[in-house]
């Protein structure tokens, strides 16, 4: 497996100024924190869309000399672009910068329960190229043939200068597969081999340049943060995330940051106790996710591949998704009561493997569902849709080394 990339300065770990966690950027005029602040504009620019010099100099706090040094270095490296002159009553007109396409280009590859799929994408987040491949259940062995083939055959059809500039491949995965055979339909020796499995070190020992691994759902939650239309300026700083695919995953968002907690498992709704209808509790994961759909169109006889095979119109009996969406909504807003009583969050953002139309009335479901949970004494989140759509965990994926590479980490301590 042969892929070109080009070396970069930036550093693997720069150091952030805790004031970011108040909302607001602040740089250093030090200049052995360059990678730093190089970062520290990007991040602005991805946040904010275009800005000029003197709009960043006010944002980061440092000085104008500074900023200007920094915004030729990274036009100089292919990573922002001038835009168009903006022309005041005073004074020469001011060029607004922002993040350059061609800048960089990300692999990312998500690992479900019932498909594979790879995809490359450019600095701002347009996809360049899908692999997809559907499996009866994920398998190690057949995951590595899959990137083996798919690569070579996706980057062979990038642009030259993408090909050039693919600076990581990002791994979305769920993490214990081997809890979930009962669950697929498949006998427990068939998901035994993810036990020693090192998916990420197997893949990076035949690719020139760094992979890095996180659980698909919380991968889907950083290409919310990242991409998302909600995360500018006053956006969302601390909220839920919920993904619906085969089982119900999530992220948690606080200052801004995604959560990973001691394992990297932080933000794990499918896993939170919720009722079950019969004055008992279940995996919310159980009631919220396609498994259950699939299961309930099974048992009626119904074909339930074509949930998998697109996203965008599943012409499903109405009865049956209305049933199952009524009881997605409930367990959602218990899941997120509980969230929220513990962790005074803003929202619950809902994305998944779904078509617009049924997020939407999951959102407004789970919306009515929370309202009727006793909340007194903390703040009822708002339920919003999320802003990535069905390939969230794709594209998080592909975020993961931009993030790595290019973002300031709002968690990080300076």
């Not at 559907?134 to 398998?139: I, L, Q």
């Not at 030259?160 to 081997?178: A, D, K, N």
């Not at 078509?355 to 903390?378: H, W």
């Amino acid at each position: 497996m042969r892929v070109r990339r080009k070396e970069r300065r930036v550093s693997q770990q720069p150091e952030t100024d805790p004031g970011l966690l108040s909302g607001t950027l602040r740089g250093t005029n030090q200049s052995g924190m360059r990678a730093q602040n190089e970062r520290l504009v990007l991040t602005l620019l991805r946040r904010n869309g275009s800005l000029a010099k003197a709009e960043i100099a006010r944002l980061t706090g440092l000085s104008a000399q500074t900023v200007s040094v920094i915004m030729r270095a990274l036009e100089a490296d292919g990573l922002i672009e001038r835009g168009e002159p903006r022309r005041g009553r005073i004074g020469q007109p001011s060029v607004p910068m922002h993040l350059a396409p061609n800048g960089a280009c990300f692999l990312g590859l998500k690992v479900g329960r019932r498909s594979v799929e790879l995809v490359a994408i450019d600095f701002v987040g347009r996809v360049h190229g899908t692999r997809q491949k559907t499996h009866r259940f994920p398998a190690p062995e057949g995951v590595l043939r899959f990137v083996r083939e798919a690569i070579p055959e996706l980057v062979a059809e990038l642009p030259e200068i993408l090909r050039g500039r693919i600076v990581g491949l990002g791994i979305g995965l769920p993490f214990h597969l081997w809890d979930w055979a009962d669950p697929l339909g498949v006998p427990l020796e068939d998901m035994a081999a993810w036990r020693d499995a090192d998916l990420r070190a197997a893949i990076a020992s035949e690719l020139p340049f760094p992979v890095h691994v996180e659980n698909d759902a919380s991968a889907a939650c950083n290409a919310e943060i990242v991409f998302g239309t909600r995360q500018g300026p006053g956006g969302l700083q601390d909220f839920l995330y919920a993904y619906i695919g085969f089982f119900a995953g999530g992220g948690l968002v606080l200052d801004g940051r995604l959560v990973r907690g001691r394992t990297g498992n932080a933000g794990a709704l499918g896993s939170i106790p919720v009722p079950d209808g019969t004055g008992r509790s279940t995996q919310l994961l159980r009631i919220a996710s396609l498994c259950r759909l699939e299961a309930t169109l099974v048992e009626r006889g119904v074909d339930a591949s074509r949930i998998w095979d697109s996203p965008v119109d599943w012409q499903i009996d109405k009865d049956i998704l209305s049933d199952w969406i009524e009881r997605s909504a409930r367990a959602l807003a218990h899941a997120t009561a509980s969230s929220a009583a513990l962790l005074d969050l803003e929202a619950l953002v809902i994305d998944g493997w779904l078509p617009e139309m049924v997020r939407a009335r999951l959102v407004v479901e789970t919306r009515q569902a929370l309202r009727r949970i006793d909340l007194s004494g903390s703040s009822v989140p708002e339920v919003l849709e999320g802003s990535i759509g069905p390939r969230a965990r794709s594209l998080g994926s592909a975020s993961l080394p931009l993030s790595e590479r290019f973002l300031v980490d709002p968690g990080a301590e300076g």
